[in-house]
Structures are given as C-alpha cells and as structure tokens.
C-alpha cells in the first residue's frame, strides 16, 4: 500500500522556519512527483510547490512563497523536505503533501494526486 507520512510543522513565530517532511513507503518506483498543499481555515486548498522525482525539477506555485519556500528530494530515505523561511501569519495552514503515482512529472491534471499524506498544522504566530 502506497502511503505517506508528513512530520515537522507547529508553532513558528513570524519570520521564523519550519521544514516539513514527507515519507514515502509503499511506492513501486522512485520516479513520480510529490506536491505540497495547504489549506487555510475557510478557504479552498492550494498547491504551493511540486518536486518530481524523476529528473529533480521543481516548482512553486503562489507567488507569495517564491524565494521562501523550497522543495527537495532525499532519494536515499525516499522523504521529500518543504523548507519554509521568513513565514507570515498568512501562511498558516494545513499542510498536505501528495504523490501522483502514475505520473513521472509534477503536473496540473485534475486529480492526478492520488496519495496523500494526513495533513500537518503549521501556525505562524505574529
């Protein structure tokens, strides 16, 4: 069975860090993308940056987080890491990171992450 597993997040004052991990088990291959969502109370989920495993490319989506944020791939212990710097009251959130098993990029088809993780609060206090 296909599973991931978030760890890290918590209380972070603003202007501070956080690094949000993601374990994978279960997966039959190294190469599919693994995205990171959040989810803010009282409004719609959103994709905040996206690695694909099979070439290390990577992408971040909201402006607000370009340059703050970073996403890498630690093949050897099959985690993906969501550094966050510098982070604002507005990014707290749930977060989420999610693989697209029958993909090998990150990609914008609708459903195409069909693994995810059970969530991980992040609050960013001001």
């Known amino acids: 069975e296909m599973q991931l597993v978030e760890s890290g997040g918590g209380l972070v004052q603003a202007g501070g860090s956080a690094r949000l991990s993601c374990a994978a088990s279960?997966?039959?291959?190294?190469?599919?993308?693994v995205a990171w969502f959040r989810q803010a109370p009282g409004k719609e989920r959103e994709r905040v940056a996206c690695v694909s495993k099979s070439d290390g490319s990577t992408y971040y989506y909201p402006d607000s987080v370009q340059g703050r944020f970073t996403v890498s791939s630690d093949d050897a212990v099959s985690t993906v890491h969501l550094q966050m710097n510098n982070l604002k009251p507005e990014d707290t959130a749930v977060y989420y990171c999610?693989?697209?098993?029958?993909?090998?990029?990150?990609?914008?088809?609708?459903?195409?992450?069909?693994?995810w993780g059970q969530g991980t609060q992040v609050t960013v206090s001001s």
């Open positions: 999610a693989a697209a098993s029958r993909f090998r990029y990150c990609t914008n088809y609708p459903h195409a992450y069909d693994v």
């Open positions: 279960g997966f039959t291959s190294d190469e599919y993308p």
